[in-house]
């Protein structure tokens, strides 16, 4: 495989097998067609058949379905099917985001949250205003605006005579991704995108708060309704009712339009388990800017003026506190292992930045699509139109993931990337992710890593496998326009028939049977079982 060489801030592939490996997809597939090998070991191995019997599934009937497999260290293509057509990825979208994070951020970056003061000191009173400045870090913690509000007041402030401004001016203004549902709004996994928000936990959802609700003592009380972290940015509106022990426990839990009012309804039995929900904020600059306000109140600083969002911190101002996220390599964890899909988006602002002091997403995918360019990847024939893979207009094929999963191979950073990736049941959540109950008591299983991805009528698995003969191959499946609830058996199958096979014979492996139930989102849309707090995957 060719190294990328770096001229003048670009990167351009030297003379070698990467650069002809698209040329040789196509030249094959005009000459085999669609489901046919490009190896030359292909008819002896039975691969190609192997993998077209899964594909033939009766759940695939109607559907599309690109699927690439290469060798890892050869680059030469061992099965290809529809490999040019282009497809949505859902979150496989997010390795190519990653990938670019780790090359134009590095893997040591690290998000910068600070506080600074503009005006005058008159021994313990500032004043002045005071600026919470933010770069998008999303993994601040309600506990960490607290350290933060206690440096102010170790620094000796105790009263602020003016206001608290909310610096979110790194990134622009736009909250929402291109063409993303508007019945996600109140979804955690569709926040809103600031440069400054909490995470309620340490899975990291910037922009969100939990909402717990538990039954009252008797029927006909109303639930116990908490809200994690403990704040008054959002209002609680409990409509719901506990009804006698045995009946229904039928909660809904949304935000408003529009709001950050958060309507509890239905009912939950005495004794019952009631519901955790998590739920994005409306405006997560504000919800930030309150948290850090609270915290100052606590350690004694008051700010006797307003909060005002979105104000620019002027170059004379001092600094009085400051906070470092965990570098990128380590963000890649949570980000990768659970398709953190805010991790994404925030990366693909803070790329735009980096590249051109653009925090916007047209920047940020810009500097993403310069990057794939400069490892091989026809950017000219595959459309990002997010860092995360939600949006629906999103469309890659697995060609081009295979590409992408060869060319980071030489990268310096791959190592680290590599180990963000989930691997198939392992139970730790933080290692196996989203395939944490995948492909187990299989060939696959403790073996394949990949990125899973999945939307309503698309789903897709790409990544990488040892096979049997201790090969490691590269593989990308993205399925399509399907109509039953999950193909995830037959991505299943394909990477477990990978991994049994050697390069001499192929072992198919058979879909598992369709499950009886699939768990859904409350509108009815397939989700990465990540995103299905809080049941685990």
């Known amino acids: 495989m060719s190294r990328p060489v770096r001229c003048s801030g670009r990167l351009f592939n030297a003379p070698g097998k990467l ?40 759940r695939m009937e109607g559907g599309t379905a690109s699927v690439v497999v290469a060798d890892a260290t050869s680059g030469d293509l061992l099965y290809q099917h529809q490999p040019t057509t282009r497809l949505m990825p859902a979150s496989n979208t997010k390795l190519a985001t990653s990938a670019a994070a780790m090359e134009i951020l ?49 620094s000796g402030v105790t009263r602020v005579d003016g206001r608290l401004l909310a610096d ?3 990134f622009d203004s736009v909250r929402l991704g291109r063409s ?16 400054l ?64 009012d958060i309507v509890v309804s239905g009912t939950t039995p005495v004794g019952g388990s009631g519901i955790k929900e998590w739920v994005a904020v409306w405006e997560p600059t504000g919800y930030a800017a309150a948290v850090f306000r609270d915290a100052l109140a606590a350690h004694g600083v008051k700010v006797t003026g307003p909060t005002r969002l979105g104000r620019q911190t002027p170059g004379t101002a001092t600094e009085l506190a400051a906070h470092d996220s965990m570098a990128l390599k380590d963000l890649l964890i949570p980000f990768m292992k659970l398709s953190n899909n805010m991790h994404a988006e925030i990366l693909t602002k803070a790329m735009g930045y980096e590249v051109s002091k653009d925090g916007s997403w047209s920047a940020g995918l810009a500097a993403i699509g310069g990057y794939l360019k400069g490892v091989g990847v026809d950017v000219a024939k595959l459309r990002q139109v997010d860092g995360s893979g939600l949006s629906r207009m999103d469309n890659f094929t697995a060609g081009q993931l295979v590409e992408l999963l060869l060319a980071v191979r030489a990268e310096p950073w791959y190592a680290d990337w590599y180990r963000s990736l989930p691997v198939a049941c392992d139970p730790d959540r933080f290692v196996g992710g989203t395939l944490r109950t995948r ?12 990125k899973t991805g999945s939307l309503t009528g698309a789903s897709a698995l790409s990544g990488y496998v040892t096979d049997a003969g201790g090969r490691e191959l590269v593989y990308s499946i993205v399925l399509n326009n399907y109509l039953v609830s999950s193909v995830k058996p037959l991505e299943d199958a394909i990477v477990t028939t990978l991994a049994k096979s050697t390069a001499e014979a192929a072992a198919l492996v058979e879909p598992k049977a369709q499950p009886r139930t699939q768990p859904k989102a409350a509108n009815g849309t397939d989700l990465e079982c990540a995103w ?6």
Request: proline content about 5%.
């Open 439 to 450: 492909m187990c008591g299989t060939a696959a299983a403790l073996n394949a890593r990949a």
């Open 168 to 170: 979110d001016t790194r």
């Open 180 to 195: 993303w549902a508007a019945d996600d709004e109140s979804a955690y996994y569709s926040a809103q995108i600031s440069a």
């Open 106 to 154: 590095g893997p040591e970056y690290r998000f910068t949250t600070d506080v600074l003061a503009a005006g005058r000191r008159q021994g313990s009173v500032l004043r002045g205003d005071l600026y919470l400045r933010g770069t998008g870090d999303p993994t601040l913690l309600a506990g960490d605006y607290d350290k933060l509000a206690a440096q102010v007041a170790a």
């Open 532 to 537: 299905r707090k809080p049941a685990l995957c």
């Open 19 to 58: 650069w002809i490996w698209p040329l040789a997809v196509a030249l094959v597939a005009a000459v085999l067609g669609p489901g046919s090998s490009a190896g030359a070991d292909s008819d002896r191995t039975g691969l190609p058949e192997a993998i077209d019997t899964v594909l033939g599934d009766t």
């Open 197 to 260: 928000g909490v995470a309620p936990d340490t899975d990291y959802d910037t922009g969100t708060v939990i909402v717990t609700v538990a039954p009252g003592a008797e029927a006909g009380d109303e639930p116990v309704v908490t809200v994690t972290p403990d704040t008054d940015y959002v209002d609680l509106d409990v409509r719901a009712t506990t009804v006698a022990a045995g009946g229904a426990n039928d909660l809904t839990v949304e935000r408003e339009h529009g709001t950050n």
